[in-house]
């Protein structure tokens, strides 16, 4: 990982996610250290950029799956205030699982001259997980905060972790080891 080669994609740490309509208890339960590792990559200089599901109410694909939520424009959308959005921060609203698909993300990362996404957030082994898919076909390497993503249960994340690794290379590090690379 090297500073400015690299960004942190916090996904899907949204009000629906954590407390709202999709409430994950294992979501609300690493809010902390999803804290610190957001505020330590905006210290150490890396980009912070929010994936974050923004459906059109009756229209997107996976309200039928999942029911209405983080529609656009609604407070279940938003990031929770504990991870508020700063200016210098970047957000990337995506109407699927990947925060790639039919969004702007690979451009910014390219402008950005990032080459390392550090991904975390909810969950493991759905939208953590494809949007660590497209990195890693589009030529990202990709490291995942095991202590910062999660899912509804333990054996999703367990799942999706080892998917992440097996599957596309990810270094799946703690935030203190990512943070110590960074400093």
């Known amino acids: 990982m090297e500073k400015g080669k690299t960004a942190l994609i916090v996904v899907d740490m949204l009000n629906d996610f954590v407390t709202g309509a999709l409430k994950c208890e294992r979501g609300l339960a690493i809010v902390p250290i999803t804290k610190k590792l957001v505020e330590g990559c905006r210290k150490a200089g890396v980009p912070v950029i929010f994936a974050n599901d923004s459906h059109i109410k009756g229209v997107d694909h996976e309200l039928k799956l999942w029911g209405e939520h983080a529609i656009k424009g609604t407070p279940g959308a938003q990031v929770i205030p504990e991870l508020e959005p700063k ?23 390219t ?25 890693y076909q589009l030529g990202y390497e990709v490291v995942v905060a095991k202590d910062a993503t999660d899912s509804f249960t333990k054996e999703d994340y367990e799942i999706g972790i080892k998917y992440l690794h097996d599957v596309y290379g990810a270094e799946i590090l703690s935030t203190e080891e990512i943070l110590d690379r960074l400093a």
């Open 87 to 109: 200016e210098s921060d970047y957000i990337i609203e995506k109407r699927r699982y990947s925060g790639f698909f039919h969004t702007d993300l690979d451009l910014l990362l």
């Open 111 to 135: 402008e950005l001259g990032v080459k390392t996404c550090i991904m975390c957030g909810l969950h493991a082994h759905m939208c953590v997980r494809h949007t660590s898919a497209d990195a």
